[in-house]
């Protein structure tokens, strides 16, 4: 389930051309985060729930709200997060590791070879970033340093 809302402040009448528009599965921290982003006005902002609903059903009427970009507050035309197919309209829906179309490679360790960051850390306890790090190496203070003995990371062919 999603949630459909409005974000305006209390002059604003119009939701067609006023506002914001978005879409989120969890609208108290979409809140958060749109005081955040709108700190002068956090104290004046309305956030309505016009909605509830199947995500793809609540990006349909978003993208009927907001069918070009700069409509109220809006940049993006409405209809997908951060203008990228959302759900099973996507291609990769579902699709992790070796199967997802932006697959790069695998992570090889000592305990083994992994298709996804996330898989390693979770074999090890340890943060994905902190696998990334170790099979790819990293640049500290604009020195390459070199992946840790036993850790690498080899690309798809």
């Given at each position: 389930m999603a949630v459909l809302y409005w974000v305006h402040l209390p002059e604003h009448s119009n939701m067609f051309?006023?506002?914001?528009?978005?879409?989120?599965?969890?609208?108290?921290?979409?809140i958060r985060e749109h005081k955040h982003k709108f700190k002068a006005y956090a104290d004046q902002l309305i956030i309505d729930v016009i909605l509830i609903a199947e995500q793809s059903y609540c990006y349909?009427?978003?993208?009927?709200?907001?069918?070009?970009?700069?409509?109220?507050?809006?940049?993006?035309?409405?209809?997908?997060r951060n203008n990228k197919m959302i759900g099973e309209e996507n291609p990769n829906f579902g699709k992790i590791g070796e199967q997802a179309s932006n697959f790069q490679g695998w992570y090889i360790t000592p305990k083994g070879e992994f298709s996804t960051s996330y898989e390693a850390a979770k074999a090890f306890n340890l943060n994905p970033m902190t696998i990334i790090r170790k099979c790819k190496g990293r640049m500290v203070n604009g020195k390459f340093i070199q992946p840790q003995e036993g850790w690498a990371f080899k690309q798809k062919a």
């Open positions: 051309n006023q506002g914001y528009i978005g879409v989120t599965p969890n609208i108290k921290k979409r349909m009427i978003e993208k009927s709200l907001r069918p070009i970009r700069n409509i109220g507050w809006n940049k993006a035309i409405g209809g997908y």
